[in-house]
């Protein structure tokens, strides 16, 4: 429950707190839910469900108000409390990290997303899932650039999309006890039911992950909010769909998962095809990094609708993987824009010879992003080609070619901004909290490659709890 209280209570307090003092108070202030989220890790048994709080008589229409954690979620509270550290040592140099509204508004989406992760009812779930868009849409209007017709479409998606989940929420509760995690799973549905309450769930995350053809909000929406605004989506909003994928739309209607299975796989390895050839064809870095985003992760959501253990400790590693790849490429962006004052690649060049720290920690996110051995993307996407080649070869030879198309417009961005010579190009080379956040990512990329089973025996035991829970 104090992962709840503790960045709610940051959030309000950081409006009181003076600008000159509020970039150092949101960075020590987001080390404490870091260090919960460790003493929570330490004291887990995996394969245990660990209650956080919990009310289980029916309240109110069959809500009761269950919070607890498994594996799976527990290693998505990890990625949310250290991602914050590091998005907001990101910002520390810039004006963003001046405004205590900013900060505020940080903290309560922290809290949202907390929420989501240890939600034990369905409408808990749904209550956290819809406050994490509050702040995330002010970030984005606040400090965005200003392109409303953007943020009105994000927004209208996003709704659209909550709102189907929430009558799939209603039509399972009429086979259910309560809207408890327990009572939910327990329902019996015939498979017409399954697929449409599944569909349901499989829109809300569908557009918020984005998977094709759901993803039309994403590049545009990237490409005009600011970083800190891109990683919070990017590196932790969209991870959430993940989840709920795996926790929630599957074990809730099993029953429709042979159906749905195909479709999802399907838009996934479109979505791969489609995010990388365009990816190849742009030149704003950021709608590059964002069209890249929709080819990585269509690759996830095909793998975890395979729904077997190892597909979804897979789809662990690799969520991970991205996030830590998110808050680097986005960083990337960032340091480029703001120094050469363009988002066009082409119009760049001769910066490694400039800054060469900057040009090397680039080339580090670059091969980690194109799933060189010894990173953490290279395990994540072998395992899941190979789960997805397992249900179908030929659906996994093309979503191999990810490997091909991420090298492709990784490389050509890297070379086109990075390499040749240019009279009189001025580029400072990285500040000290870019330096330290470039070298964690690195650092953390290079450990998950090397260790993988730190994320796959975390998760292990609850993927085999949830596929049993499928199967029977």
């Known amino acids: ?32 839910p870091a260090v919960l989220t460790v003493f929570h890790l330490s004291g887990y048994t995996p394969g245990t469900l660990t209650e956080v709080f919990s009310i289980k008589e029916d309240i109110i229409f069959g809500l009761t108000f269950t919070m607890h954690y498994d594996g799976i979620a527990l290693l998505m509270m990890l990625l949310t409390a250290f991602s914050f550290p590091l998005i907001f040592l990101s910002n520390y140099n810039r004006e963003l990290s001046s405004s205590p509204l900013f900060h505020a508004l940080a903290f309560f989406m922290q809290t949202g997303l907390f929420g989501v992760f240890i939600a034990g009812d369905g409408v808990l779930f749904y209550i956290f899932w819809e406050f994490t868009l509050i702040p995330i849409f002010l970030i984005l209007y606040w400090f965005g650039n200003g392109n409303y017709t953007t943020l009105v479409k994000f927004f209208i998606y996003t709704m659209v999309g909550s709102l189907a989940m929430l009558l799939s929420l209603i039509w399972l509760k009429q086979y259910a006890v309560s809207f408890a995690y327990g009572d939910l799973i327990a329902a019996q549905l015939s498979e017409k039911e399954g697929f449409w309450i599944m569909a349901g769930f499989m829109l809300a995350f569908a557009i918020k ?151 090397f920690w680039f080339m580090i996110i670059t091969f980690a992003s194109v799933s060189i051995p010894f990173s953490a993307g290279f395990i994540g996407e072998f395992l899941l080609l190979r789960e997805i080649s397992q249900f179908k070869l030929s659906l996994g030879i093309l979503a191999a070619s990810t490997l091909v198309f991420g090298a492709i417009y990784m490389i050509r961005a890297y070379q086109l901004s990075m390499s ?9 080379d990285l500040t000290w909290n870019e330096w330290v956040v470039f070298c964690i990512l690195g650092v953390l990329a290079l450990i998950f490659g090397l260790a993988p089973y730190l994320i796959g025996d975390m998760v292990k035991e609850s993927a085999l709890q949830l596929t049993y829970i499928v199967a029977n």
């Open 420 to 428: 040749g010579h240019k009279e009189n190009l001025q580029f400072a």
């Open 209 to 359: 992950i984005p998977v094709f053809p759901f993803h039309t909000w994403q590049p545009n929406t990237y490409s005009t909010a600011p970083m800190a605004g891109t990683m919070l989506l990017s590196a932790l909003m969209l991870k959430m769909a993940l989840y709920g994928m795996i926790k929630w739309m599957i074990p809730l209607a099993p029953e429709g998962l042979a159906n749905m299975k195909w479709i999802v796989v399907v838009l996934g390895i479109i979505g791969i095809i489609y995010g990388g050839i365009i990816a190849i064809k742009q030149t704003d870095i950021k709608k590059i990094f964002a069209y890249a985003s929709i080819s990585h992760l269509g690759l996830i959501a095909a793998g975890i609708m395979i729904f077997s253990q190892n597909a979804i400790s897979a789809s662990m590693i690799q969520i991970i993987n991205h996030s830590i790849l998110s808050i680097g490429l986005f960083l990337v962006a960032e340091v480029l824009i703001s120094r050469t004052g363009t988002q066009d690649i082409t119009q760049m060049g001769g910066i490694a010879e400039k800054a060469p720290k900057f040009a």
């Open 1 to 32: 429950m104090e992962l709840l209280i503790i960045p709610f209570a940051l959030g309000l307090i950081s409006f009181i707190v003076p600008k000159n003092n509020i970039r150092f108070f949101g960075l020590i202030g987001s080390l404490v």
